[in-house]
């Protein structure tokens, strides 16, 4: 959106600069010069807005991953029976292994 706006900002003020004086035969002091001035000024002020400031991504890290931790091997299993006084009956607890 901006950009838009700056170009026809920059247009606007070239067609105005164009349009605010009649051309003259053989009075030369100095038009030419300021033409050639203004209408470099209104292409760097348009090509500017047109080409707009340039992104670039950072460079590249280097990143070193640390050495994989290896847990022991764990697994399930039913352990020895016990007597729930609750329930009235034997039962075997499920119990972690880790080797």
């Known amino acids: 959106m901006k950009k838009a706006l700056f170009v026809v900002a920059a247009a606007?003020?070239?067609v105005a600069g164009i349009q605010s004086e009649?051309?003259?035969?053989?009075?030369?002091?100095?038009a030419v010069a300021a033409g050639i001035i203004g209408g470099l000024a209104a292409g760097a002020i348009i090509g500017g807005a047109v080409a707009g400031?340039?992104?670039?991504?950072?460079p590249p890290a280097y990143v070193v991953e640390p050495e994989p931790v290896y847990a022991p091997r764990c697994y399930w299993t039913r352990g020895e029976p016990?007597?729930?006084d609750y329930r009235?009956?034997?039962v075997r607890?499920?119990?972690?292994?880790?080797?």
């Open 88 to 90: 009235g009956v034997w």
């Open 53 to 58: 400031p340039r992104y670039y991504g950072p």
């Open 82 to 84: 016990v007597w729930d």
């Open 93 to 99: 607890p499920r119990m972690k292994v880790c080797d």
């Open 22 to 30: 009649p051309a003259h035969a053989g009075s030369r002091g100095g």
């Open 12 to 14: 606007a003020i070239a």
